[in-house]
């Protein structure tokens, strides 16, 4: 069976994993850096007094695809779905991640003639630190890395904006409630 095939089965089990009824919510907003350039976004999680739980993660990286053409514009945006497990060592807790959800891609040149943009299946693994001051604040660090998993470049022009892969780092601030 193909991985385009096994993607969506696994996402949905990870939608099915339990979350402990007494879960910490976890609001995250981050700056960081992918492919050289600024990278922003949030995270929101959900993981209990356990190892496991579930976040939902939403990256933007405008000027994504690096274009030295003046008036082009270009960005990446992403939307994770992932199963999220750490180790609660109190005040510090480290964490793995891994995911996939929705890599969308666009690129528009300074004319209206060329635009393209495109919506892809990607993963995201990685792992991170989460570090609490109190109760409800502290920092986090995180390191991902994330693929898309189409083929790509099927159309006249045969521009292909699937089958790429970076790394992103980020750090942010975390409020748990």
Do not use: C, K
């Not at 750490?86 to 004319?111: F, H, Q």
């Amino acid at each position: 069976m193909s991985i385009h095939r096994l993607a969506p089965v696994a996402f949905v089990l990870s939608l099915l994993v339990p979350v402990s009824a007494s879960a910490d919510g976890l609001f995250s907003p981050y700056i960081g850096s992918a492919m050289s350039q600024t990278t922003w976004g949030f995270s929101l999680a959900g993981m209990g007094r356990e190892l496991v739980g579930f976040e939902f993660d939403l990256g933007y990286t405008p000027d994504f695809f690096v274009d030295e053409e003046p008036g082009s514009d270009n960005n990446l945006l992403t939307l994770m779905g992932s199963v999220i497990v750490g180790a609660p060592a109190g005040p510090v807790r480290p964490y793995v991640v891994g995911g996939m959800g929705l890599m969308r891609s666009r690129i528009a040149g300074a004319s209206d003639l060329v635009e393209f943009s495109r919506n892809d299946l990607g993963i995201n693994l990685g792992g991170g630190l989460y570090g609490f001051f109190g109760e409800t604040f502290g920092i986090r660090g995180d390191v991902r890395y994330l693929r898309s998993l189409n083929d790509g470049g099927e159309g006249i022009l045969d521009f292909d904006l699937g089958n790429f892969s970076f790394w992103r780092t980020s750090v942010g601030v975390v409020f748990r409630f």
